[in-house]
């Protein structure tokens, strides 16, 4: 041991007297760091010099330094504790370590079920946990489906204080982990539950701290039926029911109890039956009626309390409102022999016999409210339940066949003669009419289109035609943009004719027609093979002729083959003072000087010679000429074919 502390420091063990300019260091020092023997780590204050002690394991204290007891050369001999700091142990709080730490017991606790007429008493399963770090305790009610309580935590995370006084200073005054040591139950607020067992940890913590901890032996409780096996049934004990006699398929027992009885059985119909439902499928047909229709419906049958519940269906654009329910989930009598009165309830009156499940079935009637509902049709589940419940079995689906049904076809009113015809019709489908569609850009398209043709009266099919109306002519347009029709006639000097409009642009009705039928005069109607006559407006016409843009329009653009090519070969030789100045005009063309000139070199020289041929003429020409159909046209048997006109 260093006697450094011995030479600085006042005590017994020191050989030179304690006085000023009697201190002096150590020259063999080698340490020079700041001792202390108190400290604080982790928040918490440890004195360094303390002696090891033996610790409860129970006691939420950690041994925080280790030492060894020497014996010192000193004046009377006594020992000197030197604490050993390089075998010091990690100080761990205890908040710290026993953070986590919770024992987990097992208990039973025995309730009594009054309400039940075959079962007194009720087994509640639960899950205490006690937490180390505070002492607290947290009770969890194992859950059970349809056990009628409310489950899962039955008693929060709280310091549980025992019977009697408490005091918040005292913590004998709540129920600590010494009160699970040797017994078999414990009570928390007036509440005894059975300790059944606990798990692995707890177990070892009791068997490492040397306490004893005992358990009530009791039943495993039976395993809960899964909802397959809803419907298989299960006999009650002793084969006899609480009224005597056998009782049938206990699981879906469905015969009504005397009123006594009535409470418990709800209770017990509840638990076994809660979620569910028998679903048929029904139909309605009231059309025999006035305004009767033909209606489907889904009828749900409530097994926990006999409560049944009608929807409509609906299908696509029908017409009808989506109510969402026809009756609500009640229970609905067999004969509707009126409402009750006011303050009169179902459960007042006891003569009263509802539907049951016994009463539905696939291909029958039922009753609802004086509706003659025929079911045909049920799902799955249904089929199933009445199979194992009562051993029969649900006919199939039989739907009702569709009807074929001849609706009047609607015919569109005559035409009224006031405003246009398409304003009269937009009244006929519509209470508030609406504007014809219209199509700005087709119609800007169209307003280009005008057919014109020469034409002059029929006389044939005139009745009272005049001396003089051989001689007029008139000009008929016809509009794509409306199809409407106008007649013009040219004035003629001294004919006795005014001229000017003959017909105003209007449609017109096709020869024969009423006035209160919608057949007018189209495009096809006037686009035949010339000439051809044509009633417009009750006077007989024929069409002579009609312009080029029409002629193209009917051909679909190619009027070349209707062109006469000889009188395009008089027009040319009637333009042309010299032919040797065309045929000079064509060798100069040629520089190959193969007698032959492309297309588009023949139409530029016959341009060029101002020949005022048009471009349908032109096209008939090459047409004509371009014999081989390369592309070329021979000038020279051009120019001697034009000579040769006289």
């Known amino acids: 041991m260093s006697q450094e502390p011995m030479l600085n420091t006042p005590g017994p063990g020191r050989m030179i007297p304690f006085q000023p300019g009697m201190n002096y260091g150590n020259p063999a020092r080698q340490r020079f760091h700041k001792s202390h023997l108190f400290e604080f780590k982790l928040g918490v204050g440890r004195d360094l010099s303390m002696m090891p002690t033996n610790v409860d394991p129970l006691e939420r204290v950690v041994t925080t330094s280790t030492g060894k ?40 606790m025995t309730d009594s079920v009054p309400e039940s007429l075959r079962d007194n008493f009720r087994d509640r399963q639960f899950t205490i946990l006690y937490f180390l770090v505070d002492d607290s305790i947290q009770v969890i009610e194992q859950r059970k489906h349809n056990s009628g309580y409310v489950q899962g935590v039955f008693m929060k995370r709280h310091k549980v204080p025992r019977a009697g006084g408490v005091s918040q200073y005292v913590e004998e005054d709540f129920v600590n982990l010494h009160d699970f040591v040797d017994t078999p139950s414990i009570m928390l607020y007036g509440r005894i539950f059975q300790l ?14 040397e306490l004893p901890i005992l358990f009530q032996a009791v039943p495993l409780p039976e395993p809960e039926k899964s909802d397959d096996s809803i419907g298989m049934g299960r006999s009650t004990r002793g084969g006899t029911s609480a009224t005597g006699g056998s009782r049938m398929n206990e699981e879906f027992d469905t015969a009504k109890l005397r009123p006594n009885q009535r409470a418990g059985y709800r209770r017990e119909k509840f638990l076994k039956f809660n979620n569910k439902v028998l679903r048929f499928y029904g139909l309605w047909d009231d059309r025999k009626s006035m305004f009767g229709d033909k209606r489907h419906y889904t009828v749900n049958f409530y097994l926990a309390d006999d409560a049944i519940e009608v929807l409509e269906r609906h299908d696509a654009n029908e017409g009808r409102d989506p109510w969402p329910k026809l009756i609500r989930k009640s229970q609905v009598p067999k ?9 009169v309830s179902n459960a007042d009156i006891s003569d009263k016999v509802y539907i049951r499940d016994t009463d539905l079935k696939v291909g029958e009637i039922v009753d609802i409210y004086n509706r003659k509902v025929f079911l045909y049709g049920c799902d799955e589940f249904t089929r199933h339940f009445y199979r194992t419940a009562y051993g029969v079995e649900q006919p199939p689906d ?24 398409e304003d009269s019709i937009a009244s006929f489908y519509r209470l508030i009419p609406r504007p014809r569609a219209f199509d700005a850009l087709k119609q800007e398209e169209l307003d280009k289109i005008i057919f014109r043709w020469k034409a002059k009266f029929d006389l044939d099919l005139m009745e009272h035609a005049g001396p003089d109306d051989s001689k007029r002519r008139f000009v008929v347009s016809f509009y794509m943009s409306d199809s409407s029709v106008a007649v013009y006639e040219p004035p003629v000097s001294n004919s006795g004719f005014l001229g000017g409009k003959f017909l105003q642009r209007q449609r017109v009705r096709k020869h024969g027609t009423a006035k209160t039928e919608s057949s007018y005069i189209t495009h096809q109607d006037l686009l035949f093979d010339l000439p051809g006559s044509v009633w417009i407006n009750g006077y007989p016409f024929v069409l002579l002729e009609c312009d080029r843009f029409t002629l193209r329009y009917r051909n679909r653009g190619n009027i070349a083959s209707l062109l006469s090519v000889d009188s395009i070969h008089w027009k040319i030789r009637g333009g042309l003072e010299d032919l040797q100045t065309l045929l000079f005009a064509f060798e100069d063309a040629d520089e190959k000087k193969t007698g032959a000139v492309f297309l588009d070199v023949f139409v530029k020289v016959l341009k060029n010679c101002d020949l005022q041929v048009d471009e349908d003429e032109m096209l008939a020409l090459v047409q004509h000429w371009d014999q081989k159909q390369d592309g070329t046209v021979a000038y020279k048997d051009f120019v001697e074919a034009i000579a040769s006109l006289h």
């Not at 004969?335 to 303050?343: D, M, S, T, W, Y």
């Open 69 to 108: 007891f020497k014996v010192g050369n000193t004046v009377d001999g006594d020992g000197v504790f030197e604490p050993e700091f390089s075998k010091q142990a990690q100080f761990v709080p205890s908040f710290v370590g026993l953070d986590g730490k919770v024992l987990r017991f097992f208990a039973q």
């Open 196 to 209: 059944t067992g606990c798990n692995q940890f707890t177990e070892n913590f009791y068997r490492t701290n």
């Open 335 to 343: 004969k509707f022999c009126g409402l009750n009165g006011i303050g």
């Open 398 to 421: 039989c739907p009702p066949p569709e009807e074929l049904m001849e609706f009047p076809l609607q015919t569109e009113p005559p035409y009224t003669g006031f405003g246009t015809e």
